[in-house]
Structures are given as C-alpha cells and as structure tokens.
C-alpha cells in the first residue's frame, strides 16, 4: 500500500494524459489490493466520494458496493442524481437508502448547532453500519481521503467530517486519491468520464441542509430552503456566476415577519443568501451580485417558494461572519 506522503517528483496532475496515466495505475494498485473480494464505499455525491466510486468502478466492476444514504438534508435532486449517473449510468452496485423519516426524527426540538451535527453524524454511521452488517464478506472499506485531509487530519476539517465506524468493524482502507489536491481529484474524475455537475460542484458540508436550516428543522422550512436553494442555483448557472462564485446558497432561519400575498398578511421567512468566494476556506470576500440578479432570484423565490416572504443579502466576509451560518 502507498504511504502518506506524496512524493516530490509526483507531477502535479493537469491534463486528461496525465490522469488517464494516474487512473491506470491506480487500478491496477487497487485490483492487486483487492483480488476478488468486495468493498464498501459511502457514496454520498460529492467530489470526493464519487471521483473514488468511477475509479473502484472501473478497476473492480460489481465487487464494489456503494452505499447511499440520504439523510434528508441533501439539496434538490441530488440523491437522484447519485442514483442516476451510478446505478443508471455506470451500472454500480449501489444500495440507495431514504433515512429522512429517522434522521429528521432524531432532529425534532433539537436547535443547538452542535447538537444538531452530532445527531446527523451519529446517525449517519448507525445507518451505515446497520446496511454493512447486512452484507457478506466485505472485506475492504473505501474513502474518499484526499491529501489536504491528510495534511489537515488535526487541523479545521477533522471536525467537519463524519466520524468513523464502530470499532468492532474492521475493514482493511482503500484510498486510492490520498496523495491528490481537490483541482486533480476534479481532473480525474472528468477522465473517468463524470459530469461537470458532478466533478466542478461547490463544497457542501456533510451535515448538509441541517447547517442552512437554522434552529430546530421542521419539514416545511427544510422544504423551503431546498426549494429557494435550487432556484438560487438555477439563476447562478443562468448568468454564469456558478462559474466563478466558489459557494453560493440559501439559509433560513427560525424567524417569521408580516408580509403581503394575495392581497392578504402572509407570515414568512427570510430566505438569506450567502455568495463567497475563497482560496481555502479560512478567510472569504464578498461576490458581487448584479442587481438584476439579486430582483430576479428574489421575485422568483418569493413567488415560488410556499413560505418565504423575503429575500436578503448577506454582505458579510469571513472573517467575521462563518462561511455558514449555523
Ligand atoms: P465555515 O462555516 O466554518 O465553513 O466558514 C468553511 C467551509 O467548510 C464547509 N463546511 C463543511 N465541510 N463538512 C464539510 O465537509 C462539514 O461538516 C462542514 N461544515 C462546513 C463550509 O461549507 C465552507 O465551505
């Protein structure tokens, strides 16, 4: 197995040549780790984890087993799409479960943020481990580890991430992007033929949703976000400004105010946006949003969206304000 440390002559990987190269041999590194047993992935449709199913696809077909769990707190579509680029399109192994009802039951009351990720990562591995013990003879559990995780493994993303298994699963770790920077995973993953919907996505925190819906989640309100969210990103993608935007999207928090609908008092809540652009996350500055933008997307959120009733602009950088608001 590889180590940890990348190596000074490792080139850094540009080009479709340069990952086609890096592909083979990673698949051939992995068929000789693995022979004809079975490993397991957690697939949850970002970057990481899906650049690693295209690439165990490939190197091992139906011996690899990805397990998609919906938590209730992905944006609009995106466990359809996981299912429909793999299940449909690669012809994976894929066991999709809908956990929405468990974890959006676990979350009832709950406000406090901490609180709230911890529920979500608990029960993510619970899930998890249950649909793993359904399974015989998985021998090997594959990652999405890539270098910046393991150069920052105590540093600000170890608490972002969710946790590990129980101790008493022992599977033998496949990693085959650890020694990759985030532009080469993306590089990769177009070589092995993934959509730029999938490759050149923002970042989106594990516990999803449950970060952008402030407070203790209620169905209704989660369903606004993800709604405004996707309009927001539909308008994003119209202009062009998902292109150059590093992360844009929706908070709502747990606040309503008086409002006009139909000629009649509408209670609602705000649906905030947060558009930034960074180098590593740490620190973050302000995009400009055309104004024509900002009056489309709010005539469109306030018309479309059952229960927001405005729409507001977060012009805070980072610091002082978070990325997310939580
Ligand atoms: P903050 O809010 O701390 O966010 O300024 C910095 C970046 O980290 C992302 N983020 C997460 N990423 N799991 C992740 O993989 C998480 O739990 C998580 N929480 C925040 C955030 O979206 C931003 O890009």
Request: hydrophobic share 40%; proline share 4%.
């Amino acid at each position: 197995m590889q180590n940890n440390v990348r190596p000074e002559s490792m080139a850094r990987i540009t080009t479709k040549e340069l990952a086609d190269a890096f592909i083979a041999e990673q698949v051939a590194e992995v068929r000789a780790q693995v022979g004809d047993k079975k490993v397991l992935l957690a697939l949850s449709g970002g970057v990481d984890s899906s650049v690693v199913a295209a690439l165990l696809i490939k190197a091992i077909g139906k011996q690899l087993v990805c397990v998609h769990v919906n938590h209730g707190l992905m944006r609009k579509d995106e466990s359809e799409e996981v299912i429909r680029i793999f299940r449909d399109g690669l012809d994976a192994n894929l066991i999709y479960i809908d956990a929405t009802d468990r974890f959006l039951g676990k979350l009832k009351d709950v406000a406090e943020p901490e609180k709230k990720r911890k529920i979500i990562g608990n029960e993510f591995i619970v899930v998890f481990d249950e649909e793993a013990r359904k399974l015989d003879d998985i021998d090997f559990l594959a990652q999405g580890t890539i270098y910046p995780d393991i150069i920052e493994s105590d540093g600000v993303k170890a608490h972002h991430n969710v946790g590990g298994l129980p101790e008493d699963m022992k599977f033998e770790l496949v990693e085959p992007i650890k020694l990759l920077y985030k532009d080469e995973v993306r590089v990769v993953g177009k070589a092995l033929g993934l959509p730029s919907s999938m490759v050149d996505r923002q970042p989106f925190p594990g516990p999803g949703l449950g970060v952008r819906c402030l407070g203790a989640i209620t169905r209704d309100r989660l369903e606004a976000l993800r709604e405004a969210d996707a309009i927001l990103r539909e308008e994003f993608d119209i202009c062009g400004l998902s292109k150059t935007v590093w992360q844009y999207f929706i908070a709502v928090p747990d606040m309503k105010s008086v409002g006009v609908k139909d000629g009649k008092r509408y209670e609602g809540w705000p649906a905030i946006i947060r558009a930034v652009n960074t180098e590593d996350a740490m620190t973050a500055t302000i995009e400009e949003i055309p104004y024509n933008v900002l009056h489309k997307i709010t005539n469109r959120i306030t018309a479309e969206v059952e229960g927001i009733n405005r729409v507001l602009l977060d012009l805070t950088p980072k610091p002082v304000g978070t990325i997310e608001w939580e």
